[in-house]
C-alpha cells in the first residue's frame, strides 16, 4: 500500500532541513500512537525490520540557500508513504486524517489530500529509482571493536547485505524462506550524507537500478524498502516509467 499525502504550508515559502527524515519519523510514530498504542510500541522493539518506509520532504518549488543546512520550499509541499501492512497503514493514515494539522521542524502544514496510489502490475525487470536513498551497512573492526561501515555499491558486500535484508522482511512478511533470486544492476548511482540523530550521521545511495527476480520478494522492497533503516525514511523507490 502507497500512499501520497499532500501539505498545504501555512506560509508561500517555507524552509526544509536537508536532514530532516528524523522529523517525518515522528510525524508517523505519533498518528499511529494516536490510533494503535500498541502498535506503536510494538514498532519501536529494537533490531527488527519496522516493515514501512517514506519518501524525502518534496516541494513543488525549491531553492538552494546557498551551502546552509536547509532548501527553500514554495507551493505545496508532499511525500510518499509505503507498507505491506494494513494495520501500520490504517494507524498512520487514520491518524493523519483525524489530525490532519502538521508541525515539522517549526513549520505548519495541512495534510490537504492523502491518496491511496496503485502499484505496479509486475517488478522484475523494471527500472527503479529511489524516492529516499539507501543505506546498506556492515561492521568492520576498528581500533578493537566492531563499528559500523557504510557500504557503497561499489562494493560486493552491499548487494549481499542489500539481498540479505530483503530475505528477512519477507520471512517476517510470509513466514518462510524466499526464492534466491535476486539481481540488481545499478545504472546510477549519488552518495548522499544525512544525521540522523544529533551527531551522527549516515551515509546512503541515490540510486537508479534494474532489478530481476521472485515477484514477492522485489514487491517486498517496493513496498516495505529496500535496504536497511527504512523507518527512518531510507530505501523507498518508484517504478521509472521513462526507461526501459
Given at each position: 500500500?502507497?500512499?501520497?499525502?499532500?501539505?498545504?504550508?501555512?506560509?508561500?515559502?517555507?524552509?526544509?532541513?536537508?536532514s530532516?527524515?528524523h522529523?517525518?519519523?515522528g510525524?508517523?510514530?505519533?498518528?499511529i500512537?494516536q490510533?494503535n498504542?500498541?502498535?506503536?510500541?510494538?514498532?519501536?522493539?529494537?533490531?527488527v525490520?519496522?516493515?514501512?518506509?517514506?519518501s524525502?520532504?518534496?516541494?513543488?518549488?525549491?531553492?538552494?540557500?546557498?551551502?546552509?543546512?536547509?532548501?527553500?520550499?514554495?507551493?505545496?509541499?508532499?511525500?510518499?508513504?509505503?507498507t505491506?501492512?494494513?494495520?501500520?497503514?490504517?494507524?498512520?493514515?487514520?491518524?493523519?486524517?483525524q489530525?490532519?494539522?502538521?508541525?515539522?521542524?517549526?513549520?505548519?502544514?495541512?495534510?490537504?489530500?492523502?491518496?491511496?496510489?496503485p502499484?505496479?502490475l509486475?517488478?522484475?525487470g523494471?527500472?527503479?529509482?529511489t524516492?529516499?536513498?539507501?543505506a546498506?551497512?556492515?561492521?568492520?573492526?576498528s581500533?578493537?571493536?566492531?563499528?559500523?561501515?557504510?557500504?557503497?555499491?561499489?562494493?560486493?558486500?552491499?548487494?549481499?547485505?542489500?539481498?540479505?535484508?530483503?530475505?528477512?522482511k519477507?520471512v517476517?512478511?510470509?513466514g518462510?524462506?524466499?526464492?534466491?533470486?535476486?539481481?540488481?544492476?545499478?545504472?546510477?548511482?549519488?552518495?548522499?550524507?544525512?544525521?540522523?540523530?544529533?551527531?551522527?550521521?549516515?551515509?546512503?545511495?541515490?540510486?537508479?537500478?534494474?532489478?530481476?527476480?521472485?515477484?514477492?520478494?522485489?514487491r517486498?522492497?517496493?513496498?516495505?524498502?529496500?535496504?536497511?533503516?527504512?523507518?527512518?525514511?531510507?530505501?523507498?523507490?518508484?517504478?521509472?516509467?521513462?526507461r526501459?
Amino acid at each position: 500500500m502507497r500512499f501520497l499525502i499532500r501539505l498545504v504550508p501555512e506560509n508561500s515559502e517555507f524552509k526544509v532541513p536537508y536532514s530532516h527524515q528524523h522529523y517525518l519519523q515522528g510525524l508517523i510514530y505519533r498518528r499511529i500512537q494516536q490510533v494503535n498504542p500498541d502498535l506503536s510500541l510494538a514498532l519501536h522493539r529494537p533490531k527488527v525490520p519496522k516493515l514501512f518506509t517514506y519518501s524525502l520532504f518534496m516541494a513543488e518549488k525549491r531553492r538552494s540557500s546557498n551551502g546552509l543546512s536547509y532548501f527553500t520550499g514554495k507551493g505545496k509541499a508532499f511525500f510518499y508513504f509505503s507498507t505491506p501492512i494494513i494495520e501500520i497503514a490504517e494507524a498512520f493514515i487514520g491518524g493523519l486524517l483525524q489530525n490532519p494539522e502538521v508541525i515539522l521542524w517549526n513549520e505548519k502544514f495541512h495534510a490537504e489530500i492523502v491518496k491511496a496510489l496503485p502499484e505496479p502490475l509486475s517488478y522484475s525487470g523494471k527500472v527503479y529509482s529511489t524516492l529516499s536513498p539507501i543505506a546498506v551497512t556492515t561492521l568492520k573492526p576498528s581500533f578493537g571493536k566492531l563499528r559500523q561501515h557504510d557500504l557503497s555499491p561499489m562494493e560486493d558486500k552491499f548487494y549481499e547485505n542489500l539481498k540479505e535484508n530483503l530475505k528477512e522482511k519477507y520471512v517476517l512478511l510470509y513466514g518462510k524462506e524466499p526464492p534466491d533470486d535476486l539481481e540488481i544492476k545499478v545504472l546510477k548511482a549519488k552518495p548522499k550524507r544525512f544525521e540522523i540523530k544529533q551527531g551522527i550521521f549516515q551515509r546512503a545511495w541515490h540510486l537508479v537500478f534494474k532489478a530481476y527476480g521472485d515477484e514477492d520478494l522485489l514487491r517486498v522492497g517496493y513496498q516495505a524498502g529496500f535496504g536497511e533503516k527504512n523507518s527512518l525514511g531510507f530505501g523507498m523507490v518508484k517504478v521509472d516509467g521513462r526507461r526501459k
